[in-house]
């Protein structure tokens, strides 16, 4: 069977850290080569573990040919707001990278890739509710414009080459056991660290910015999904729309005042919050629903009461320690 030998590339990542584990799980530490620019002890500790820079095309494909890949998760990227505070290297990392996995991809006939895509493609003149898949994408920030490049560059390799690429515009992703990095969502994650430590915390975006955001298990769960579904209903090889839920910090702020009373948020906007406004508020993902049976598990009363849990856990957990 396909995808036994599995590659994962930028693995020690808020995304990398949950899918290695989950591909770990399903196939066995060893089919799983978690690979990232960074030393990673907790994912070397599990199974096979290499330090690659995707920039590095001839080390890729050393790693590809020393353990017979025939799967790769490429989720290396510099994200919004790290985008924009350094525009070269999001560009280089973000569409080379890219293509020194596709080209790969292409002369060694792997069987299958997966390349996330976001939210961060649409631009100010996209419909901002219930944004559709096929609609004006005018993307003002480099790593939205360097994904909407690489949306076309995967459909492309598709049409072209017969890559069989997968990808998924990835809401703002909450999960507890990886903190995000860079991006214009992480208010969403780091508030519940602030809430359970302090009771109090400022966001840098205003309180009626609705943004799409889901659960890191339901991302997680379409990403696998999307990865086993049938290619021949697979209508979408540019990337999908996905959609979990959307919310306000204000909306936020309700739900975790349900668990924890006190609790306050000050609002302190910053540069994020003009990209958070070039974004949807809300996406409509009725083709992934069509093709492969998309349906996410989480809701914001579901999402709030599981991190506050788990967060709960794990800073109790290190402060015992
Ligand atoms: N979470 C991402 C960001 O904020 C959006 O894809 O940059």
Not at 113 to 135: D, E, K, M, Y
Not at 292 to 317: F, H, S, V
């Amino acid at each position: 069977m396909a995808h036994q030998r599995i590659l994962i590339i930028g693995a020690g990542g808020q995304v990398g850290t949950e899918l290695t584990e989950a591909l770990r799980a399903r196939y066995g530490g060893e089919n799983v080569v978690a690979t990232d620019i960074n030393p990673n002890a907790a994912l070397a500790a599990t199974g096979p573990y290499e330090i690659l820079n995707v920039l590095d095309k001839d080390r890729l494909e050393a790693l590809i040919d020393q353990y017979r890949i025939d799967t790769i998760y490429h989720l290396a990227a510099l994200l919004s707001a790290t985008g924009e505070k350094n525009p070269a290297l999001a560009w280089d990392l973000n569409c080379n990278g890219l293509l020194n996995v596709l080209n790969l991809m292409r002369d060694k006939k792997l069987s299958r890739l997966f390349w996330p895509s976001t939210i961060a493609v649409f631009g100010p003149h996209t419909p901002r509710q219930n944004t559709p898949q096929f609609c004006v994408m005018d993307p003002n920030t480099m790593y939205g414009l360097t994904k909407l490049a690489g949306e076309r560059l995967c459909e492309y390799y598709f049409n072209k080459y017969g890559v069989d690429v997968r990808s998924l515009r990835y809401p703002g992703l909450i999960g507890w056991k990886a903190e995000p990095g860079g991006g214009t969502t992480d208010y969403a994650v780091h508030i519940f660290y602030d809430a359970i430590r302090t009771g109090n915390y400022t966001c840098f975006l205003k309180g009626d910015t609705a943004l799409p955001m889901m659960h890191m298990e339901d991302a997680i769960k379409a990403t696998i999904d999307l990865m086993h579904a049938d290619g021949e209903k697979l209508s979408i090889r540019s990337s999908y729309n996905l959609s979990g839920m959307s919310f306000t910090p204000e909306e936020l702020t309700i739900e975790i005042q349900k668990l924890i009373p006190g609790f306050s948020m000050d609002y302190a906007p910053d540069y994020r919050q003009a990209i958070a406004d070039s974004w949807p508020a809300s996406i409509d993902d009725s083709t992934a629903r069509k093709d492969w049976g998309w349906q996410p598990t989480y809701d914001l009363e579901g999402l709030t009461r599981n991190m506050m849990e788990n967060i709960r856990i794990k800073i109790e957990g290190i402060h015992t320690a």
